[in-house]
């Protein structure tokens, strides 16, 4: 049970912190305007066009750091702040998710992998009740619980594993954009995309290890102490 309260608190504070801390450099950068005046709504455009993609579609979204790339519908999703805005946030931001859509179309590995996954993942959370209900209702035992928990978490793990370098390929992707279309000057404003972007990427090594250590903690025990009913 002390185990238990301390992974949960442990992954708790990881996840806090780097929520917190992306919110807190978004807001900051999201003050600041670029010098070249250009919104993320058009360097996004004008980044796809010279990638030679001209089948995605961008639209605005209502919610704040919602920004995504949908690859099945061919959509990239800007916050209404991103869309409309010009600070350095909003052009990391929308180049960053650009990333995505030249990633997409080159085909990059990671990228198909984590798609492939998706399902999987989906299935895998919804697993994740399964053992506390089997178990609570007697339907199954401790050891088939931690075999299912295990796995779970073991697809959960390699999913957010896998999305790791979907991420930072795509924000390295970003910042290279950037500098070279001159919507950046300088290494000030630079600095500002970067802290940004980097940010940003903590939220998903929070995210794998979490997974992580769940995984670790049902596998371990099946691992050293064999097969047991509890």
Request: net charge neutral.
């Amino acid at each position: 049970m002390f185990l238990s309260i301390l992974l949960f608190a442990f992954t708790l504070i990881i996840s806090l912190w780097a929520t917190a801390r992306v919110k807190s450099v978004y807001r900051k950068y999201s003050q600041i305007p670029a010098s070249s005046g250009v919104t993320g709504a058009q360097a996004a455009a004008e980044i796809l066009q010279r990638a030679g993609i001209n089948d995605v579609e961008i639209v605005p979204h209502d919610e704040m750091l919602g920004d995504h790339y949908d690859p099945i519908n061919k959509r990239l999703v800007l916050s209404n702040q991103n869309y409309h805005g010009d600070s350095l946030a909003a052009l990391g931001v929308a180049a960053h998710e650009c990333g995505h859509a030249i990633q997409h179309k080159i085909a990059y590995a990671p990228l198909s992998w984590r798609m492939t996954a998706v399902g999987a993942t989906n299935y895998a959370q919804y697993a994740l009740y399964l053992p506390f209900f089997g178990v609570l209702t007697g339907m199954m035992n401790g050891y088939t619980a931690a075999v299912i928990s295990s796995a779970a978490w073991g697809v959960i793990m390699l999913f957010n594993l896998v999305t790791l370098p979907v991420e930072f390929d795509a924000s390295r992707r970003a910042k290279e954009i950037l500098a070279g279309m001159g919507y950046i000057a300088g290494e000030e404003e630079m600095r500002g995309v970067r802290k940004t972007l980097d940010a940003a990427g903590w939220t998903y090594v929070a995210a794998f290890i979490t997974s992580l250590a769940y995984l670790l903690y049902h596998l371990l025990p099946l691992l050293l102490g064999g097969r047991r009913d509890e």
